[in-house]
């Protein structure tokens, strides 16, 4: 952070303690959190964009469900000290997950030293923090759950020496150690493109590699932070599969964010040639209005189009809809039925 005396008081928004109030300040603000780090809310500064935004159109509804079991997760998860990409990144999908008995739980803390310009992770320089009951909190959040299958994510951690890749590595073998019968998909940093990084990661006994390559090669910059490339991505996907090939490979891309088809097409034929498995499709939706504004929305029919042109060029199964994320119901997506989206 550039000017700290412009930072707010320090509040405590460590997950689930008794005190967070993040909902207090203000997107795009700066401030101080319970770790004592300066931090950006919702991962980009405050600007004063004001493009109107686009009109939601009628198929762009999330469903909004509740009840005990979405109760329950909720109170897991933050008895646990545990982020969840699911809060965190405000995904549209939270009430449907966990109502279902799912999340995905977010590794390394809710601070990333990244700050892509479509997503609303709080951005800022941990300065190597690491919480080291995060393993056993992670494993035994899991088991109470009784989760089957589960993604651990994580934020980039950019001030780590291997990128975190060693503490990845612990949280998964801890759960499975508690969870031996739980599937884990690891949806993770580049590591910087540090192959080594990658190799410790898919040792570490899941079954599922992702990394997003999020967008277009031509969209790469501005919509993801200059310490990321499509060429980088790519790498991490081609190396992983090539260096285990019995785990299997993820990546995901938005849409809306001004892409053309033929570059959807382009990015489809270079993800096949790293032999990613299985790839999704979503809508981009504009977090705060600090945020890349939505260029298109995508109709569920262009979905179900692009569904098809991943599945022609013999991806094992391409998720494509417009709530989808990359971890959306994720433990269906080897059902090969788009995870039950219609076209409608």
């Known amino acids: 952070m550039d000017d700290p005396t412009e930072l707010i008081p320090a509040v405590d928004l460590t997950p689930g303690s008794p005190g967070a109030v993040a909902d207090r300040i203000e997107s795009g603000a700066k401030f101080t959190n319970g770790r004592g780090m300066a931090v950006i809310k919702d991962g980009i500064k405050a600007s004063n964009q004001s493009a109107e935004r686009l009109a939601k159109p009628r198929w762009l509804r999330a469903r909004i469900q509740g009840g005990e079991t979405y109760e329950n997760v909720k109170a897991i998860v933050h008895e646990h000290r545990l982020a969840t990409v699911c809060e965190e990144a405000k995904c549209p999908n939270i009430s449907e997950c966990w109502s279902a008995?799912?999340?995905?739980?977010?590794?390394?803390?809710?601070?990333?030293t990244r700050a892509c310009r479509f997503c609303a992770v709080n951005t800022g320089n941990p300065r190597g923090w690491l919480d080291s009951e995060e393993p056993d909190n992670t494993a035994r959040a899991v088991q109470l759950m009784g989760l089957k299958y589960v993604v651990l994510t994580s934020v980039n951690r950019d001030d780590l020496p291997d990128g975190g890749a060693g503490h990845y590595a612990a949280c998964v073998g801890r759960t499975k150690d508690v969870n031996p019968a739980t599937a884990v998909e690891a949806l993770t940093p580049d590591f910087l493109g540090v192959l080594s990084d990658v190799e410790t990661v898919v040792d570490s006994g899941i079954e599922v590699f992702a990394q997003n390559v999020e967008t277009v090669r031509r969209l790469t910059h501005p919509v993801?932070?200059?310490?990321?490339?499509?060429?980088?991505?790519?790498?991490?996907?081609?190396?992983?599969?090539?260096?285990?090939?019995?785990?299997?490979?993820?990546t995901s891309l938005m849409l809306g964010l001004g892409e053309r088809d033929e570059e959807i097409l382009e990015a489809l034929d270079d993800l096949r040639e790293a032999k990613v498995d299985i790839v999704t499709f979503g809508q981009y939706l504009q977090p705060?209005?600090?945020?890349?504004?939505i260029q298109r929305y995508v109709t569920p029919e262009q979905f179900a189009e692009y569904r098809e042109w991943g599945l022609a060029r013999g991806f094992l199964e391409v998720v494509s809809g417009v709530l989808v994320r990359s971890s959306y119901r994720a433990e269906q997506v080897l059902e090969k039925n788009n995870v039950g989206l219609g076209a409608s």
């Open 101 to 112: 008995g799912t999340a995905t739980i977010m590794l390394m803390g809710d601070v990333c």
């Open 224 to 250: 993801r932070d200059p310490r990321a490339s499509y060429e980088q991505t790519l790498s991490v996907l081609r190396h992983a599969k090539e260096y285990r090939p019995d785990v299997l490979t993820k």
């Open 288 to 293: 705060t209005k600090h945020h890349l504004p």
